[in-house]
């Protein structure tokens, strides 16, 4: 695999597009981890955060931050070598097409790690490379095959909205309660179905989303931590920062550092 950029973590204001008719010199692997707008055969399509989506080399790309929102995004732009685009075919991965993820912590780990190797001096750091990379590839394929093999229950669209929602508006005063009464299902029934479809509970959803937004707050803003805890469900901010570290491994105020850090040094490179 030729390696020709990689990004991580990158986080682009509202209003952020990218409009690329002739595409790109290479394929181009997105992970998104907030909403985002793709422009598909002539139409707007709000695609969720937590989606895996690859443009082949040369084809027109158009997305954009979704409306009042930050875009944050992992990249990958790839060339294949000899038969490594039988083994991708070989995956069953399609091209241009969103693909749902339940996580993106191991995809968002590889393109990092992609990203390390390729600063790096290390011997191997090509094998390193193109190992992190198939790794993704082989999880996306092992999802798309499970869920042929599961059929979504009747529910999983009304569910999806939920989770779409919870995910635009983390700051909203969520419960299992609140969010099964919108959606007219019982609180059982509604706990049931949502962790069958997406693998997790409703209230680990819920933190993932709140936490996924105050680290985009964290990195992109300068509002003080008790605000940004406000901004994304906590009435406490004792509770956000138990919370963040247990998740982040860290406190939230650690974690702006490193970021400040990373993006300083970032930086200083360019």
């Not at 002739?22 to 598909?40: D, H, P």
């Not at 399609?94 to 996580?103: C, D, K, N, S, V």
């Not at 979504?152 to 508006?169: D, G, V």
Request: hydrophobic letters at 35%; proline letters at 4%; glycine letters at 4%.
């Amino acid at each position: 695999m030729i390696l020709n950029s990689v990004g991580y973590d990158r986080v682009y204001d509202p209003g952020y597009a990218v409009s690329r008719p002739q595409g790109t010199e290479g394929n181009l692997l997105l992970l998104l981890k907030s909403e985002a707008v793709f422009t598909l055969n002539g139409e707007d399509i709000l695609v969720p955060a937590k989606t895996f989506f690859v443009y082949p080399q040369g084809m027109a790309q158009h997305y954009r931050s979704a409306p009042h929102q930050y875009l944050l995004i992992d990249w990958i732009q790839f060339l294949f070598e000899n038969d490594e685009d039988d083994w991708f075919r070989r995956k069953y991965i399609p091209w241009a097409t969103p693909i749902p993820l339940e996580h993106t912590e191991l995809y968002s780990y590889c393109i990092k790690s992609v990203a390390d190797e390729n600063a790096s001096d290390h011997l191997h750091k090509a094998d390193s490379i193109g190992h992190y990379f198939w790794l993704m590839c082989n999880k996306v394929s092992e999802c798309l095959h499970e869920r042929s093999m599961m059929p979504h229950s009747a529910q999983y669209e009304t569910l999806l909205y939920i989770r779409n929602k919870i995910y635009s508006m983390p700051y909203l005063d969520w419960s299992v309660e609140s969010a099964s009464k919108e959606l007219r299902m019982s609180r059982s029934s509604f706990q049931h179905h949502y962790r069958e479809q997406f693998g997790m509970t409703f209230m680990q959803d819920l933190i993932e989303s709140r936490l996924g937004r105050a680290r985009m707050l964290l990195q992109t803003t300068n509002m003080t931590v008790q605000d940004i805890a406000s901004q994304c469900g906590y009435r406490s901010y004792e509770h956000f920062s138990r919370q963040f570290r247990t998740h982040c491994g860290m406190t939230p105020s650690s974690f702006r550092t490193r970021a400040q850090q990373e993006q300083k040094g970032t930086a200083e490179k360019i």
